[in-house]
């Protein structure tokens, strides 16, 4: 695996330049993808210590629920584009689709942990930090809008309806948890 060329197949997708040489696209790709899925996790608990030590520092956070709810985030994505692709019958492009998303959320989420990591560091006051965390992540509707259209093979409605139906049932993950007081 490597991520440089990862990397680059993740700009080409989002770009205009053939990505599919930077991706392993067989049947193996798709659960090696998923490592990047794993990867959410941690990057998630810096932003999630970043909010903590924002709000009060002395605080202890609650890693079981976050840590419930970041995998519940991650898993969100597979399932609405396994049933996006069943609904338009674009089942062939469904591996591809999660494959090369998988990788590309990864990165932008890095970034999003490298300036609030940054943050907890003492290196960069908060409001830079979380202005730069909340653009990388509402970058990601582009990413997903992008890649519904390019991978996933989507007209540009389906991939706007896409890309919106993917952020919104993030958001209901993230509301459904925070009306239960789970996290």
């Known amino acids: 695996m490597n991520l440089v060329r990862i990397f680059n197949g993740v700009v080409n997708a989002l770009g205009d330049k053939p990505w599919e040489d930077g991706f392993d696209l067989t049947p193996r790709g798709l659960p090696r993808s998923f490592i990047a899925v794993a990867a959410y996790i941690p990057l998630g608990l810096i932003a999630a210590r970043a909010a903590v030590k924002y709000n009060d520092n002395t605080a202890t956070m609650p890693y079981g629920p976050i840590l419930m709810t970041l995998g519940l985030i991650a898993l969100t994505f597979p399932l609405m584009a396994y049933v996006l692709c069943m609904l338009f019958d674009k ?10 998303r998988n990788w590309a959320v990864l990165f932008a989420y890095a970034i999003i942990a490298a300036a609030l990591g940054l943050y ?35 007209d540009w409605v389906g991939a706007v309806f896409a890309g919106i139906l993917i952020s919104a049932a993030t958001m209901m993950v993230l509301s459904f948890v925070i009306s239960q007081n789970i996290a």
């Open 91 to 100: 089942m062939d492009r469904f591996r591809p689709w999660v494959i090369v």
């Open 120 to 154: 907890l560091l003492g290196v960069l006051p908060f409001f830079p930090a979380y202005v730069i965390a909340l653009t990388l992540y509402i970058t990601t509707l582009a990413i997903d809008v992008r890649l519904a259209w390019r991978v996933g093979g989507f």
